[in-house]
Each structure stands twice: as C-alpha cells, then as structure tokens.
C-alpha cells in the first residue's frame, strides 16, 4: 500500500524559507504526479503547483510563481516544496497530492498526512 | 483563473437526512470536477471524480452529478461519520477548489 509520508513540523521566522518533503513509501512516482496544497488555519484548500517527477517538470499557481520551488528525487521517489520570503500569511498545513498521470480527469486519489509550517518571530 | 463557489457554505443535519451540496465553477469545465471530504486534523479524503465516479471504497450513499458549470454533491442518507467539510475541485485547468461546505449535527 502506497503512503505519501511528510517530513515534520516546522517552525521559521519571517523572510526565511522552508523545504517540506513527501516520499512515496511502497512505491514510485513513475506513473504520478505530485501536487502540494496548503490549508491555513480554519481555512481552505489551496493549490500550489505540481510536479511530473520522471520529467523533473513542474508548475505553479500563478500567485506563489517566484517564491516556490517544487524538486523531485527520482531515485528515492521523494517531492519537495521550497517556499521563501516567509511571512506570518504563509502558515498552514502543507499536503503532498498524487494524481494518477494518464488519468482523463485529474483527481488527487491519495494524499499526505501534512506538515505544519508556522512563521512566527 | 476558474473560480469556484460552493452552497451552502455550511448545514446543519440529522443522521438519515438526504443532503445535497452545489458546486458552481465560472466557466464550463465539463466534467472535470471532484469532490472531496475533510474531517479536522485530516487530510482531504477523495469521494467523487469526474463529476460522478465514485472513488473505489467509497459508500455508494455519496453521488454526484452536473457538467459544463454546475455540479452537485448528494448523500443519500447521512451517517454520523458523514458530519465533515466538502470541497468541490476544478481539474479542467491545473486545480481550484472551492471554499467548502462544512456539514454539522442538528
């Protein structure tokens, strides 16, 4: 059974950045995308940008285009999400999404548990 | 951008009550929309894709309908682990999700 499986929570301060991981435990990122979504505190889902990770391509929402970087490790089948210019706005869970590559509609079938970032000083 | 809408952005319901929730995408996405359910502290279960499959293991009192811009989300008879937020999300360009509908006892 595939897992998505998050680093742990993190705590940084205002203009630092944060890099979150998401392996793929019992299985591969062959055949998936990965996409990252954030949910502020009693708030809603929001999309980020995804990567293909056999392509090492990736793209963003338009509103974090320049401060996130979406990388994948093929040979540990691992995601990552880099965010910088932190501020207090950019606390929330962050989830790691899998969407199946050649699926006619994209749906994310399985998901992380989340890694709480907080931005705090 | 594709913007979603969801009513209503929340309820209040009785275990066995029929309950549907509409999704309104601002401009057509055919049929590439999902569903998804979220319990607090959890992450985003899916329920429904392509407006009305239904994701393998989920009960079939879940159902969804609609095309082009209007969607909505049924459950047939509500069950206590029923009560949860539902979000609509747009997959015709990369991915929007809409503000949610929370669900709550009566």
């Known amino acids: 059974q595939v897992q998505l499986v998050q680093s742990g929570a993190e705590v940084k301060k205002p203009g630092s950045s944060v890099k979150v991981s998401c392996k793929a435990s019992?299985?591969?990122?062959?055949?998936?995308?990965i996409s990252w979504v954030r949910q502020a505190p009693g708030q809603g889902l929001e999309w980020m940008g995804r990567?293909?990770?056999?392509?090492?391509?990736?793209n963003y929402a338009q509103k974090f285009q320049g401060r996130v970087t979406i990388t994948a490790d093929k040979s540990t089948s691992t995601a990552y999400m880099e965010l910088s210019s932190l501020r207090s706005e950019d606390t929330a869970v962050y989830y790691c999404?899998?969407?199946?590559?050649?699926?006619?509609?994209?749906?994310?079938?399985?998901w992380g548990r989340g890694t709480l970032v907080t931005v705090s000083s | 951008d594709i913007q979603m809408t969801q009513s209503p952005s929340s309820l209040s319901a009785s275990v066995g009550d029929r309950v549907t929730i509409t999704c309104r995408a601002s401009q057509s996405i055919s049929s590439y929309l999902n569903w998804y359910q979220q319990k607090p502290g959890k992450a985003p279960k899916l329920l429904i894709y392509a407006a009305s499959s239904l994701q393998s293991g989920v009960p079939s009192r879940f159902s969804g309908s609609g095309s082009g811009t209007d969607f909505t989300l049924t459950i047939s008879s509500l069950q206590p682990e029923d009560f949860a937020t539902y979000y609509c999300?747009?997959?015709?360009?990369?991915?929007?999700f809409g503000p949610g509908t929370k669900v709550d006892i009566k």
């Open positions: 999300q747009q997959s015709y360009s990369t991915f929007t």
């Open positions: 990567i293909i990770p056999i392509l090492g391509i990736a």
């Open positions: 999404a899998r969407t199946y590559m050649t699926t006619v509609t994209p749906h994310f079938d399985l």
């Open positions: 019992g299985g591969t990122f062959s055949s998936y995308t």
